[in-house]
């Protein structure tokens, strides 16, 4: 079975600076991973994900990841924290082998991120 | 190609109350899944269709709660005989079944409040 756990259920910056939410997957296969982003009451949003292409994945809105398989991580990251970037981040893993339920998305409780002026 | 859409955005309903919510996915998508948010939480699987197939049900699912997909296009989720813990923000997601990479298109959910 798949599982992510993110590190830190809330992170605050100030604007400018790094941001750096953690994930860590368990997976018995290699996964793929995803991050998403959740604004109040809206609907997730993907911003990038990991198919086992380039170990370093860029997404929108300047977000990066970096899958790490020796540690299990795939950490989200951003130079320069915005603060439009205020909102709850999501990690996600899928089995990337065939099967039935090999579609289905797991998530971990998700980060909140607040950004001070 | 309008994204997903859930209807309704917000329900109120006493207990005990069936409530029913619908999703229209992207209409060139096959799946469909049926996520459930609780605050402080990510989104928990519930079910998902191929076509008008349900080919998994977690164990979540209680027996009150019944998803359908008659002709493979919209989704309704039912729940009967609501509780208080039922009260979350209920997400629906669409995807191809052949696309590798697996991302899904989630809607804006459909936000129930059980008093």
């Known amino acids: 079975a798949q599982s992510v756990t993110q590190l830190g259920s809330h992170v605050s910056v100030s604007e400018g600076a790094l941001v750096l939410l953690r994930c860590n997957y368990s997976?018995?296969?290699?996964?793929?991973l995803f991050w998403y982003v959740q604004y109040p009451n809206q609907g997730l949003q993907l911003l990038l994900k990991?198919?086992?292409?380039?170990?370093l994945v860029k997404g929108i809105n300047g977000f990066e990841a970096e899958f790490k398989k020796s540690e299990t991580s795939f950490h989200l990251t951003k130079p320069s924290a915005h603060m439009s970037d205020a909102a709850e981040y999501f990690c996600?893993?899928?089995?990337?082998?065939?099967?039935?339920?090999?579609?289905?998305?797991?998530f971990g409780q998700g980060t909140i991120l607040t950004v001070h002026p | 190609d309008t994204g997903v859409s859930q209807d309704p955005r917000h329900k109120i309903t006493k207990r005990g109350q069936n409530v029913t919510f619908r999703c229209d996915p992207i209409?060139?998508?096959?799946?469909l899944y049926w996520y459930r948010q609780t605050l402080g939480q990510g989104p928990e699987f519930l079910t998902y269709?191929?076509?008008?197939?349900?080919?998994?049900k977690s164990r979540l699912l209680s027996d009150r709660f019944s998803a359908e997909r008659p002709k493979g296009s919209f989704s309704t989720l039912e729940i009967q005989r609501t509780e208080q813990g039922d009260s979350a923000m209920y997400l629906c997601?669409?995807?191809?079944?052949?696309?590798?990479?697996?991302?899904?298109?989630f809607g804006e959910g459909s936000r129930l409040t059980v008093l």
């Open positions: 997601a669409s995807s191809w079944s052949t696309e590798n990479t697996g991302e899904l298109f």
């Open positions: 997976s018995s296969v290699p996964p793929y």
């Open positions: 990991y198919t086992s292409a380039a170990t």
């Open positions: 996600a893993v899928r089995r990337n082998a065939g099967g039935t339920s090999y579609g289905k998305l797991t």
């Open positions: 209409s060139e998508h096959n799946r």
């Open positions: 269709f191929q076509n008008e197939a349900q080919l998994e």
